[in-house]
């Protein structure tokens, strides 16, 4: 049984089989679902497609029934809420520094191995970390200032990097703060 430990961060390779994960590459290849536009400067550089826009294929969905029986532990009790998908301007940053309002995220890489230039990185840092009961919301996710400067600085700024991985998830506590590792992708 998988399960995280006291960081609140797990991750799992191999997680789809070969079929399905050709599958949701060629769907997120050829979709015309990539609504959002993050802008460079302000963002990190990337387009979005989510569930409300359109991003609700039946492999998606299954895919996420499936978690939910392979980690119980850990996904009993919270159904999917939300699904997302994005893509990276190879010339940016990715996402940055934020945390959500959620129980758990679920991110799971599909780009090919041959895309990642650098394996020691291109994932994900996620801090140990959480923004306390007190704060808003929409303050922490923009004051990104004072989170680093008041909880993540007195931490020494403690955080799991799990490098960049085809076909592996990454699940962790979705209060955490976390961010896009540094990336050199081919275009």
């Known amino acids: 049984q998988r399960q995280w430990d006291a960081t609140g961060i797990l991750f799992v390779d191999d997680l789809i089989t070969a079929p399905a994960l050709a599958t949701l590459q060629r769907l997120l290849l050829e979709s015309t679902v990539w609504y959002q536009t993050k802008m460079p400067l302000r963002f990190g550089g990337y387009v979005g497609a989510y569930i409300d826009d359109g991003l609700h294929d039946r492999i998606l969905l299954q895919l996420a029934e499936d978690l939910a029986k392979l980690l119980p532990k850990i996904l009993t009790g919270h159904p999917l809420r ?5 893509k ?13 309002q959620a129980a758990v995220n679920v991110n799971i890489w599909l780009s090919p191995p041959n895309a990642n230039k650098d394996p020691t990185s291109g994932g994900l840092v996620v801090y140990t970390a959480k923004p306390p009961a007190d704060w808003d919301f929409a303050s922490y996710n923009t004051d990104t200032t004072a989170v680093r400067e008041q909880l993540l600085e007195p931490t020494n700024f403690a955080n799991v990097t799990i490098p960049y991985r085809t076909n592996r998830a990454v699940i962790f506590d979705s209060a955490l703060f976390h961010q896009t590792d540094n990336f050199d992708f081919r275009p």
Not at 82 to 86: G, N, R, T
């Open 82 to 86: 939300y699904l997302w998908a994005y």
């Open 88 to 100: 990276y301007d190879g010339n940016y940053t990715g996402i940055n520094l934020h945390a959500d």
